[in-house]
């Protein structure tokens, strides 16, 4: 028998996560008041968006991040992209050193390549539009941009 491709499996997965991401999304709306008291209602509706990363030097580093989870009460926002001749998982993450890093978290060699970070803000996610960004470890110049996608009415190009 043979087997099915990891990426067809990823694929599968991601789409089936969209639909239900879908699905959820018109529950919602259907019962939402317009009024976001409820910390879990707000949580939730972070995850409708993500990040937008231009202009970076590392051109793998450029693109949009969904959202994947929480560390340290903040969002953490991912992407698959090819750098190096690898696929890679590129993550936009906030640490207690107060500052957000975009890196690649490399497994087999446990540790993190950094290829740009926040100048230390003490701010969380909800403020990365504003943050300034600059080249760490194997980041190239011009160091990129990030918008925050749901907040700028953008969710639609994700």
């Not at 030097?57 to 009460?73: D, L, Q, R």
């Not at 803000?121 to 080249?135: P, Y």
């Amino acid at each position: 028998m043979e087997r099915i491709p990891l990426t067809t499996k990823v694929k599968v997965l991601e789409l089936s996560n969209k639909y239900l991401q879908r699905k959820f999304n018109t529950l919602i709306r259907k019962y939402d008041t317009g009024e976001d008291s409820d910390i879990l209602v707000k949580k939730y509706k972070k995850t409708w968006g993500g990040m937008r990363v231009a202009g970076a030097g590392v051109e793998a580093v450029n693109g949009v991040y969904s959202y994947t989870g929480c560390f340290n009460k903040v969002s953490i926002f991912s992407k698959r992209a090819m750098w190096n001749g690898h696929d890679e998982i590129f993550s936009i993450a906030y640490y207690a050193d107060d500052q957000f890093w975009i890196s690649v978290q490399k497994r087999e060699k446990k540790c993190t390549i950094d290829f740009y970070r926040t100048q230390e803000t003490n701010e969380t996610e909800d403020t990365i539009d504003n943050a300034i960004w600059c080249v760490a470890g194997d980041g190239i110049e011009p160091a990129p941009t990030v918008v925050n996608v749901i907040e700028k009415g953008l969710n639609n190009t994700l």
